[in-house]
């Protein structure tokens, strides 16, 4: 094949530049559908983690994006797992959303991210909870029994803090 000139000098300056695609791209999310929650929940058997359901279009879900991101960095084996209200189409708003929060520039989200990927989401809602309405940020606190505990709204952080230190002890300097 004959490539013109201009293609030469364009391939020429993009390796000039040292322009290359990112060497480690942020995990999608995985699609949420009937049986997830099951397999969430199966994969943790015996161990203490948060569940947190947030949306895009939530107020109050980018503070409780940080807040989790905070006790994740203290205590890094707390498992968080993240699901999205929204949609599949959105997934690349939803990484950007969450890299702001729990990303460090080069390193992977250390939390593992879900997105409903069901048209009625009230069978995705009610695989969750079938007390949840869909009421957001909505928070699963899962000790070592299995049993959670759910929180709706706004999390208080002295209170997660607390849950976390019953389940983790004490961070060490406190």
Aim: net charge positive; hydrophobic share 40%; with cysteine.
């Amino acid at each position: 094949m004959n490539r013109s000139p201009l293609y030469a000098l364009c391939v020429a300056f993009i390796l000039a530049c040292g322009i290359s695609p990112p060497s480690r791209a942020a995990p999608s999310a995985k699609p949420f559908v009937s049986g997830s929650m099951q397999q969430i929940v199966g994969a943790r058997k015996g161990k203490p983690f948060i569940l947190s359901l947030w949306s895009l279009d939530c107020v109050y879900c980018p503070e409780e994006l940080n807040l989790l991101s905070r006790l994740k960095a203290r205590y890094p084996k707390l498992e968080i797992v993240l699901i999205s209200t929204d949609t599949p189409e959105q997934t690349a708003a939803i990484a950007a959303t969450l890299d702001k929060s729990f990303g460090k520039q080069g390193q992977p989200r250390r939390v593992e991210s879900w997105v409903f990927a069901d048209d009625f989401t009230e069978r995705l809602r009610h695989e969750v909870d079938r007390t949840w309405h869909g009421e957001l940020p909505r928070a699963y606190f899962y000790g070592k029994s299995g049993l959670a505990a759910a929180v709706s709204g706004q999390l208080n952080a002295a209170e997660v803090e607390r849950w976390v230190g019953q389940q983790f002890g004490p961070k060490r300097g406190q």
